[in-house]
Protein backbone atom coordinates (compact mmCIF):
# COMPACT_ATOMS: atom_id res chain seq x y z
CA UNK A 1 0.00 0.00 0.00
CA UNK A 2 1.12 3.22 -1.02
CA UNK A 3 0.16 6.77 1.65
CA UNK A 4 0.26 9.93 0.33
CA UNK A 5 0.34 13.59 2.03
CA UNK A 6 -0.07 16.82 0.02
CA UNK A 7 1.48 19.40 1.63
CA UNK A 8 2.44 23.40 0.00
CA UNK A 9 -0.89 24.78 -0.36
CA UNK A 10 -1.97 28.35 -0.09
CA UNK A 11 -3.18 31.74 -0.52
CA UNK A 12 -1.36 33.24 -3.37
CA UNK A 13 -1.99 36.64 -5.70
CA UNK A 14 -2.80 35.86 -9.47
CA UNK A 15 0.79 35.63 -11.27
CA UNK A 16 1.96 33.90 -8.22
CA UNK A 17 3.92 30.86 -8.09
CA UNK A 18 3.64 27.35 -5.43
CA UNK A 19 5.41 24.81 -5.34
CA UNK A 20 3.33 21.20 -3.97
CA UNK A 21 4.81 18.83 -2.47
CA UNK A 22 3.25 15.02 -2.26
CA UNK A 23 5.22 13.02 0.08
CA UNK A 24 5.00 8.89 -0.17
CA UNK A 25 5.58 6.01 1.82
CA UNK A 26 4.82 2.50 1.68
CA UNK A 27 5.59 0.50 -1.07
CA UNK A 28 8.47 1.46 -3.59
CA UNK A 29 8.07 5.23 -4.93
CA UNK A 30 10.06 4.40 -8.17
CA UNK A 31 8.10 2.04 -9.36
CA UNK A 32 4.67 4.22 -9.46
CA UNK A 33 4.11 6.30 -12.00
CA UNK A 34 2.58 9.74 -10.58
CA UNK A 35 0.15 12.44 -10.76
CA UNK A 36 -1.41 15.31 -9.86
CA UNK A 37 -5.40 16.26 -10.33
CA UNK A 38 -7.66 18.80 -8.73
CA UNK A 39 -10.97 19.75 -7.96
CA UNK A 40 -12.94 22.73 -7.83
CA UNK A 41 -16.22 23.40 -5.88
CA UNK A 42 -18.89 21.99 -7.69
CA UNK A 43 -16.86 20.40 -10.52
CA UNK A 44 -15.26 17.32 -11.48
CA UNK A 45 -11.44 16.14 -10.18
CA UNK A 46 -9.69 16.86 -13.51
CA UNK A 47 -6.52 15.72 -14.79
CA UNK A 48 -3.46 18.59 -14.51
CA UNK A 49 0.07 16.71 -14.54
CA UNK A 50 1.89 13.22 -14.79
CA UNK A 51 5.37 11.94 -14.61
CA UNK A 52 6.51 8.56 -15.35
CA UNK A 53 8.24 5.94 -12.58
CA UNK A 54 12.09 7.24 -14.22
CA UNK A 55 10.88 10.94 -13.88
CA UNK A 56 11.53 11.05 -17.60
CA UNK A 57 8.50 11.25 -19.53
CA UNK A 58 5.58 13.89 -18.65
CA UNK A 59 2.28 14.98 -19.61
CA UNK A 60 0.38 17.92 -18.43
CA UNK A 61 -3.36 18.89 -19.14
CA UNK A 62 -3.32 21.70 -22.03
CA UNK A 63 -5.03 24.67 -19.23
CA UNK A 64 -1.86 24.03 -17.18
CA UNK A 65 0.93 23.46 -19.98
CA UNK A 66 3.49 25.64 -19.81
CA UNK A 67 2.63 26.85 -16.41
CA UNK A 68 2.87 24.10 -14.29
CA UNK A 69 6.04 21.52 -14.45
CA UNK A 70 5.65 18.41 -12.43
CA UNK A 71 8.91 16.40 -10.94
CA UNK A 72 9.59 13.79 -8.75
CA UNK A 73 12.27 12.97 -6.32
CA UNK A 74 12.68 8.83 -6.54
CA UNK A 75 15.31 8.85 -3.68
CA UNK A 76 13.05 11.40 -1.28
CA UNK A 77 9.85 9.68 -2.58
CA UNK A 78 8.59 12.67 -3.30
CA UNK A 79 6.37 14.17 -5.88
CA UNK A 80 6.54 18.23 -6.95
CA UNK A 81 4.19 20.11 -8.82
CA UNK A 82 5.81 23.39 -9.55
CA UNK A 83 2.73 26.00 -10.57
CA UNK A 84 3.71 29.74 -11.85
CA UNK A 85 1.63 32.21 -13.15
CA UNK A 86 -1.14 31.10 -11.39
CA UNK A 87 -5.02 32.26 -12.40
CA UNK A 88 -7.94 32.52 -10.38
CA UNK A 89 -9.24 29.60 -12.27
CA UNK A 90 -6.85 27.42 -10.99
CA UNK A 91 -8.38 27.78 -7.33
CA UNK A 92 -8.94 24.03 -6.35
CA UNK A 93 -8.02 21.29 -4.22
CA UNK A 94 -4.98 19.94 -5.53
CA UNK A 95 -4.46 15.84 -4.62
CA UNK A 96 -1.43 13.64 -5.98
CA UNK A 97 -2.40 9.70 -6.81
CA UNK A 98 -0.02 6.90 -7.45
CA UNK A 99 -0.31 4.68 -10.07
CA UNK A 100 0.18 0.90 -9.28
CA UNK A 101 -1.02 -1.36 -11.99
CA UNK A 102 1.32 -0.34 -14.80
CA UNK A 103 3.65 2.24 -16.85
CA UNK A 104 2.26 5.89 -16.82
CA UNK A 105 2.16 4.92 -20.82
CA UNK A 106 -1.16 3.36 -22.18
CA UNK A 107 0.12 0.96 -24.88
CA UNK A 108 -3.28 0.15 -26.33
CA UNK A 109 -4.45 3.85 -26.65
CA UNK A 110 -0.72 5.43 -27.33
CA UNK A 111 -1.57 7.60 -24.85
CA UNK A 112 -0.41 8.70 -21.23
CA UNK A 113 -2.85 7.44 -18.63
CA UNK A 114 -4.53 10.80 -17.46
CA UNK A 115 -8.06 9.32 -15.95
CA UNK A 116 -8.60 9.35 -12.39
CA UNK A 117 -9.46 5.80 -12.99
CA UNK A 118 -6.09 4.78 -13.43
CA UNK A 119 -4.48 6.13 -10.31
CA UNK A 120 -5.08 3.84 -7.31
CA UNK A 121 -3.94 5.61 -4.17
CA UNK A 122 -4.12 8.83 -3.56
CA UNK A 123 -3.38 11.98 -0.93
CA UNK A 124 -5.81 14.02 1.47
CA UNK A 125 -5.59 17.16 -1.54
CA UNK A 126 -4.32 20.49 -0.24
CA UNK A 127 -5.83 23.84 -1.07
CA UNK A 128 -4.65 26.34 -3.65
CA UNK A 129 -6.38 29.31 -3.77
CA UNK A 130 -5.03 31.86 -6.77
CA UNK A 131 -7.16 35.50 -5.97
CA UNK A 132 -7.48 37.93 -8.83
Known amino acids: QVQLVESGGGLVQAGGSLRLSCAAS????????MGWFRQAPGKEREFVAA????????AYADSVKGRFTISRDNGKSILYLQMNSLKPEDTAVYYC?????????????????????????WGQGTQVTASS
Open 51 to 58: ISRSGINT
Open 97 to 121: AARSTGSLYNYNQNTYYTGINAYDY
Open 26 to 33: GGTFSRYP
